[in-house]
Structures are given as structure tokens and as C-alpha cells.
């Protein structure tokens, strides 16, 4: 009995798991999924690997599915709770004494952080209860998409005070050195306090993921929308090949159209005002034939804001560009999370998916915050001789500075050296006075700000772009 009640669990943990693929865009039939119910009936589940593998011969037929399934996986059939070591067992007597005497100096009164910080040292993981209330604090019943992981995550550590905790381990650790705890010991302390600490946030990561996992498996899969209208921060893994595909053929379709108005430009337009403003000594007789000036390929500075919430679009405007630089006067590239990094010798030198690959891989998201105004400074101090009155400054980013000083000054100055200065901003204009949000300012010294939430917008601004040259 104790057995078909297990093997009923699992079968109910396969149908979810399954219906979570679906929901994040894996095609399964229900054959396929029958085939998978038959297979693990064959195999068994009691060797992860091999029920793994059966999953997935059975329920993968790409390459692209792969990578969904291999995320799915670990947040249905593995346990939450990573295991945390009992870091006071590996204390002497005295160093505990002192480790306790040096938790009440530093927090006097703050209970709930202290209890915290016990609970790292007995290498113990949160209760499902814990989990379920900051869960519920944090809103995260009401998430139903996995692009809200990581915003969800941020909002559980906060609520369980991991943050912090973080911020007070150097200073426990230096009162722990000024009562003469030795350095051997204090390494070895700090090393077991990081990894509890890294544990704890693993199984709020594994939670969030479990539970967003499980509601987009009780909701009906919907249809897919068109790519080119899906906003850049909610596209899931497994669409980012296709978008790289997408944006690599709208830039064989912009450079098609900024082709041909290179051509009809060679000798310019026909200007009829002009020509008759002209004529008129001649008594309005059209002897003298005037055009309008032909269309010049525009400078381009491209300033990126590359932290987590912009990378993907980023990676997309860079591979757009240089996919069109032909039809680019020339352009000098920069991205930025807390400084300024000049990327235009890579952009140059390879191939656009391979500069714009290396330019991600080297400059990773981490746990350093956005400074605009630093990066600012930072340009006008080593770049700022590269604008003249020919180029076109274009900042993409959403103008959230972490209430750093914004720098509008730096801002101010570019515009009235370029010829102009805009924004592709993913944000609408209610979000610009909101939190750390500096847009609204920025926009005072922008000539345009165009709203880039998906990939068509993208598209059409950049057209724009080259179609005023």
C-alpha cells in the first residue's frame, strides 16, 4: 500500500512537471507524455539518473528543449533544503564564547537577526513554515511566470533578513580579530559562515523556482505571442535562440531599406519649394533644378546599460548595430553597470554574435549596483573628445541609478556637444519618478526618448535612427 501510494505521488509530480514544460513553451503530445509514463514504469524511480534520462528521451525532441528541461528538473524531483553544516561543533569551547560574546556586542537587541545568525551557526535550514510565510509576504502566490525568480528571490532574502545578515559577518568577524581570535581561525569560521549563508539562499532560490514551477503548471498553457511583441524582460530561456535568429533577420531587413534610401539619395531629392524659391528671378520658370541634401550615414556613441535587468536587450541593440554597420558612418561602443567599459575595439575585430557573445561572457552580472553618474565621469574624463556636432549620442538603458548622483551635469554637456542625444528607455513615463528611477531627469537633456519594451519597438527605433542620418 505504502508503495502505489509513493508510485501515485510520482505519477502526480510527472503530470505537473509536465504541464510546466508546456507552459514554458516545450511542445509535448499527450502520446509523448504517455511514452514517459511507460517509460519511468519500465526503469523505476529509483535511480535519479536513469529516471532523468527516460523524461527526457521521451518528453525532448530539440536541442533548444533541452536547456527548459534540464531547469525544470531540479525544482520537481529534488529536495529544497541544501545540507548546511553545524559550524559551533567545529569550535573550540573558548571560540564559541567568544563568537557569543562578540553576536551580543554587535546586535545588543536585535533579536530576529541574532536568532538569524544562530541559525547559521547550528547549520540549520528554514522550516516549511518559514518558507511558506516570507513566501506569502513577498507576493509569491501571485507570480506565474519564471522570468519573476530572480525579483522574487531578492524580495525572500531581504524578508529573511539574509541581506543583512551578509553586511554584519565582516563586522562580527573583525570584533572576533580585535578579541584575538586568530587568523587560521577566522578563516576557517568565515568560509563555513559564507557557505551556510550561500546554503540558506539556495533553498529560497529552489523554493521560489519550485513554487513558480507549480502554478504555471496548474494554468492552461496559453498561446504563444509573436516574438517581435514580447517584452524584452519576460522572454523565457528558451525563446532567446530564436529571438537571436529574429533580430539577426530584421537587421538583414533594416539594411535592405537603409540600402535603398543610400540610393535615392546619391544625387538627393527633388526639392520643389526650394526650386521655385529659387527660380524666381527667372520669373517662376524652373531653369535651375534644386535637391535636398542627401542622406548622410549618422556617428554613432552607444551607451548600454548592461545589468541584469537590460542584458538581453542589450545583447540584441549590439548585435542589431553592428549587423548594420555598413550603413554607419562609424560608432564607438560603451557599456556600463558601476563604470564605464569601452567594447568598440571587440565590435570591431569579430564577427557581431561572436563580439557581442565575448563582450557578455566578460562582463557578468554580480552583486555590484548600477552607477550612471559614475560611468559618466568616467566618460568624460577618457572619451569625452570623440563627440563632435556630427554624432548621434544613444543611451538604452531604463535610468535607475540606485540613488547614486546622476550626474546631469556630464548629461547636460554631451547634448550640447553632439548633434543630438537620445534614449531607447524600456520603461513607460510612469515608471520614471518611480523608486531609484533618474529617467525623468536624464529625459530633460535627451532631444527623443523612444519607448523599446520588445523587439519590434527596437526594430522601428533603429530604423528611425538611420533614416535621419
Known amino acids: 500500500m505504502v508503495e502505489e501510494n509513493k508510485v501515485t505521488v510520482m505519477q502526480k509530480r510527472m503530470v505537473e512537471f509536465i504541464r510546466a514544460l508546456r507552459a514554458a513553451g516545450v511542445r509535448i503530445s499527450l502520446a509523448e507524455s504517455q511514452d514517459a509514463m511507460f517509460g519511468v514504469d519500465h526503469t523505476g524511480i529509483k535511480d535519479v539518473d536513469t529516471f532523468k534520462h527516460t523524461m527526457k528521451a521521451t518528453l525532448v525532441k ?11 528538473f531540479p525544482l520537481f524531483f529534488s529536495n529544497n533544503k541544501p545540507p548546511l553544516e553545524n559550524i559551533l561543533d567545529q569550535l573550540t569551547p573558548e571560540q564559541q564564547e567568544m563568537l557569543q560574546q562578540a553576536m551580543q556586542s554587535l546586535m545588543g537587541n536585535m533579536d530576529a537577526l541574532r536568532d538569524l545568525l544562530q541559525q547559521l551557526l547550528d547549520g540549520k535550514n528554514f522550516s516549511d513554515e518559514d518558507m511558506q510565510q516570507m513566501g506569502d509576504m513577498s507576493g509569491l502566490p501571485q507570480g506565474d511566470e519564471m522570468y519573476m525568480r530572480q525579483w522574487f528571490e531578492r524580495r525572500m532574502n531581504r524578508q529573511a533578513g539574509l541581506v543583512q545578515l551578509e553586511r554584519m559577518l565582516d563586522e562580527l568577524l573583525n570584533e572576533l580579530s580585535e578579541m584575538g581570535m586568530s587568523d587560521e581561525a577566522l578563516a576557517e569560521l ?29 494554468k492552461e498553457p496559453r498561446e504563444r505571442p509573436d516574438l517581435l511583441d514580447v517584452p524584452l524582460q519576460r522572454l523565457s530561456s528558451g525563446d532567446i535562440d ?10 538583414a531587413r533594416l539594411r535592405t531599406r537603409a540600402s535603398l534610401r543610400q540610393k535615392r539619395a546619391k ?14 528671378r527667372y520669373g517662376g520658370v524652373p531653369i535651375e533644378i534644386s535637391h535636398r541634401k542627401k542622406h548622410k550615414k549618422p556617428s554613432l556613441i552607444l551607451i548600454c546599460d548592461l545589468s541584469t535587468s ?3 536587450a542589450v545583447e540584441f541593440l549590439l548585435t542589431m548595430v553592428y549587423e548594420l554597420s555598413d550603413q554607419v558612418r562609424r560608432t564607438h561602443s ?3 553597470i558601476d563604470d564605464m567599459v569601452d567594447v568598440s575595439t571587440v565590435l570591431t575585430e569579430l564577427p557581431p554574435k561572436e563580439a557581442v557573445g565575448r563582450i557578455m561572457m566578460e562582463n557578468p552580472p554580480g552583486y555590484y549596483s548600477t552607477d550612471l553618474g559614475k560611468s559618466l565621469n568616467t566618460f568624460k574624463k577618457e572619451h569625452m573628445h570623440l563627440i563632435d556636432s556630427r554624432t548621434t549620442i544613444l543611451f538604452f538603458g531604463d535610468g535607475r541609478n540606485n540613488y547614486n548622483d546622476p550626474r546631469l551635469d556630464i548629461a547636460q554637456e554631451m547634448q550640447r556637444k553632439a548633434r543630438r542625444l537620445i534614449w531607447f528607455c524600456p520603461e513607460p513615463r510612469t515608471q520614471w519618478v518611480t523608486g531609484d528611477s533618474d529617467m ?8 527623443n526618448v523612444f519607448m523599446v519594451n ?15 542620418g
Open 62 to 72: 530539440d536541442h533548444r528543449s533541452q536547456d527548459t528541461f534540464d531547469y525544470f
Open 190 to 218: 568565515e568560509q563555513m559562515l559564507r557557505d551556510n549563508l550561500q546554503g540558506l539562499s539556495d533553498q529560497i532560490s529552489q523554493y521560489v523556482g519550485q513554487s513558480l514551477a507549480e502554478q504555471m503548471a496548474d
Open 242 to 251: 530564436d529571438v537571436r535568429d529574429e533580430v539577426r533577420r530584421l537587421a
Open 267 to 280: 544625387s538627393g531629392q527633388f526639392d520643389p519649394r526650394k526650386t521655385i524659391r529659387n527660380n524666381m
Open 310 to 312: 537590460m542584458r538581453y
Open 334 to 336: 560603451y557599456i556600463f
Open 440 to 447: 525623468w531627469e536624464y529625459s530633460m537633456y535627451a532631444d
Open 454 to 468: 520588445n523587439l519590434r519597438q527596437l526594430a522601428d527605433s533603429v530604423d528611425r535612427l538611420l533614416a535621419d
